[in-house]
């Protein structure tokens, strides 16, 4: 077997591996078991005679012929991806991997539409930026929206919205009305999301006192889905932090209301979507990513 011979699913492992810099989570995000990674770059290694991946403290660090190797397999599918990508847009039905709360909001607005800009099937987000990265660029998925992405050359990000962050409670609280003192935060029960919602302020001082108070609030759960969050606060005596364009968005949805939380809480929340750059001419893509952003847009 010559370097011009190994199959894809090397080339594929050899790339995941760079971007992860782990044998174990290019595993979990490829769905096979560490060994089935190890025996594949072995067999890279054989046939190129190149250690391809020197082990450092902090991850694997590839050599000039793995990154050779990795360019190779993202060539492949970008050829493959510019072959067919304009022709399959018009056909297929495209792919938005997002929170749960937010495909909820989205489909409802779709729905509602007079004339769908596309069909559209949603997929539930995977936890780590890698994994979502490796998403994209493959195009397992055609847009996904959330906290912004590292940069990469391959992937355009758009900003879909930017808010302070509110307090989600149900309406008939029975001790919290249309405003909150921090008194009665520091005594109610709180549910966190466990993805963390990347909140963020321009002053250290704010930051830090929040980063405490946080950490300090009682926590009685930690749930992955945002769906779930928001009908837990609807029906329990329990809080939760919410961007404020989405919060106000649910209000006429779930019985709930979206309070602005005690000046000591006061943090801000940006969301993006991403997608694939080959995509950004295609008129029906396009048609889509501008109802998303009208969904989300202050106006609406």
Known sequence: MTINQLDIKV??????????????????????????????????????????????????????????????????????????????????????????????LLSMDLLNSPELPAKVNFVRQEAKEEERLISLRNKEVDIDIGTRLPSDRSINQLKLFSCDIGIMVRKDHPTIRDTITIDEWNEARHVIWGRGMHFFTNEAEQSMAFGKMFREQKCSLISYSSLSIITLCAYNDILAFMPKMIGHKIESIFPVKCITPPSELRMSYECYLHYHHSHARNP??????????????EDN
Do not use: W
């Open 11 to 104: 080339l594929r492992a050899i790339h995941v591996l760079i971007t992860c810099g782990s044998v174990t989570r290019t595993a979990e995000i490829l769905k096979v078991t560490p060994a089935a990674i190890s025996y594949l770059i072995n067999k890279a290694r054989k046939v190129t005679g190149s250690p391809l991946f020197i082990r450092t403290r902090s991850r694997m660090e590839a050599d000039t012929v793995a990154q050779e190797l990795s360019q190779r397999y993202q060539n492949i599918i970008n050829e493959f991806n510019m072959n067919d990508s304009e022709s399959s847009l018009d056909e297929r039905t495209l792919s938005i991997m997002t929170y749960s709360l937010l495909e909820l």
């Open 284 to 297: 029906k893509f396009q048609n889509l990513v501008s109802f998303i952003q009208k969904s989300f847009s």
